[in-house]
């Protein structure tokens, strides 16, 4: 899927999340319409945070992230501060709503 950076491993995702401030993370499925129509709307606005380090990773490809992230649904948005999950919003993500979020989580750090 174009989007972020693809994760390759959990551990690739793990020591992203370990050793960035804020990390942005997609978990998608390949044959998920609703994943694809999401990223399109939310790419340019994480893009526009310069702090903000992104990556996804497809739920399909890696299974082990449903369970190590507890994911039941797709698609899932993770914000991870200091290596801290801070944010997570599944299925219905509403682009509004996320960026209101995000700004709530930057302005208090």
Sequence with gaps: MDG???AESVGELRKL???EKLVFVFLYGEH???CHGVMPQIRPMIDSYNDLTSI??????L???SGEFIVF???VVLLFLEGKEVLRIAR???TEELKDKID???ESV
């Excluded at 996804?56 to 490809?61: G, L, T």
Aim: proline residues 7%; contains cysteine.
């Design 32 to 34: 998920c319409s609703v």
């Design 92 to 94: 219905f993500i509403r």
């Design 63 to 65: 299974p082990i992230l």
């Design 104 to 106: 709530r989580i930057l």
């Design 4 to 6: 972020f950076k693809e």
């Design 56 to 61: 996804q990773a497809d739920i399909e490809k």
């Design 17 to 19: 999340i370990d050793n």
């Design 73 to 75: 649904t797709v698609p």
